[in-house]
């Protein structure tokens, strides 16, 4: 029989602490070590295999780039909800002038933007290049019309008489290209519209007729055809027969507002075209042309910008009145008053027999003049008169009248 184990000297590791085992000099290692360290196991380690209860989910595949990929997807969809969110607050823009372009009818490759000038002198070449050629759909048919810029912004005058039941407004741009204006207002009793085309036109200079008279000499401009494709302004040298009286043209609406009558002898006349004076100004725009007539009407400038002027505001033109019945002074020297009716603006101010020569120290050669002169006054406006106290009187008397309104 063996004898009691010997007992570890101090400091060697006993058989539970891992040591060596001496009866067992081949064992490297002693003790117990964890199975998944081991490349052997015990039968009473083994677990039995239990099949699955249900099916069995493979774990997902990782993908290398998955994560960076999720990151940029949810990137883009923060961006697009934010911009979705900046068009949807964002307040609503106003459509743009510019229409949608077509072809002039026939297929016609006429531009007026960029029209030559056939001779039309220095003096005259700022005035030509603030006009357009405006083609319009009525109810009564088509319709040629020249536009003049009154103001910026594209913001062009012409005729009202033509564009009655208009349909559809285009200007001729670049490559006779037909672009789509739109009439801004118009006003039957002066004759005068305002339309705005989609271009910024410069504006042309306009003067007062005040200081002329028959006999003096005028430009009047007009497109014609040119020889190769487009057009051509032509400046055609004419003299005035007669300014400020009231028009006789039936193609003016009110014969009793003032106009200016020319003899240019134009090869065409389209309604709108502007008369010059001797410094290029405008002072007058073409009313609708009568066939065979030899006198040419046009609307003075006085009353084409004051107008205009209305219109571009917004406001309705409604004029303001003396309320005053009168007649030309004989040789252009004022407008005499016939009868101050009770109860009008001129009540207490004015008297009949007495002539009015200026209306805020503008010149008033006839009655048309005067009533042009206050056309374009709101009512309530306050005036000042130049006043004689009968034809041919020396002196004037300064008068203050507010203006109403027609009755």
Sequence with gaps: MSGPPEEPESGDPGRDEGGADPDEPESPLRGWIDPEDRLWRHPSEQVPAVGPAG?????????????????????????????????????????????????????????????????????????????????????????????????????????????????????????????????????????????????????????????????APDTALAYVPASGPGVALQATPGTLAAVATGSTSASCPDSGMAAITSSPGLSTQTAGEPLLNASGAVIGILCQPVPGSSAVTFLPTQLVVGVADDLRSGNPVVPGVLGVQGSDVPGGAGAKLMTVPTGTPAWGHLQAGEVITAVNELPVRTFAELRARLYVLQPGTPVTLSVQDAPGTSGATSVGVTLGKSS
Excluded at 59 to 87: E, Q
Excluded at 94 to 114: K, Y
Excluded at 180 to 195: F, H, K, M, P, R
């Design 55 to 215: 099916p069995v989910l493979s774990p997902p595949v990782k993908h290398r780039y998955r994560g960076l990929l999720m990151v940029f997807i949810a990137a883009a969809a923060v961006a697009a909800v934010g911009a979705f969110l900046v068009i949807l607050l964002s307040p609503a823009s106003q459509p743009p002038l510019r229409g949608s372009a077509r072809n002039a009818p026939g297929g016609a490759t006429l531009t007026t933007l960029t029209s030559s000038m056939n001779g039309v002198p220095a003096a005259a070449q700022t005035a030509a290049k603030s006009m357009v050629e405006l083609q319009a759909t009525t109810a009564h048919g088509p319709v040629t019309l020249i536009g003049v810029a009154v103001a910026e912004g594209g913001m062009v005058v012409t005729t009202a008489n033509l564009l009655g039941g208009v349909e559809r407004i285009d200007m001729v741009g670049p490559g006779g290209k037909l672009e789509q204006a739109s009439v801004v207002g118009s006003d039957a009793t002066s004759n005068i519209a305002l339309v705005n085309v989609p271009a910024d036109v410069p504006v042309a200079p306009f003067s007062d007729d005040a200081a002329l008279g028959g006999g």
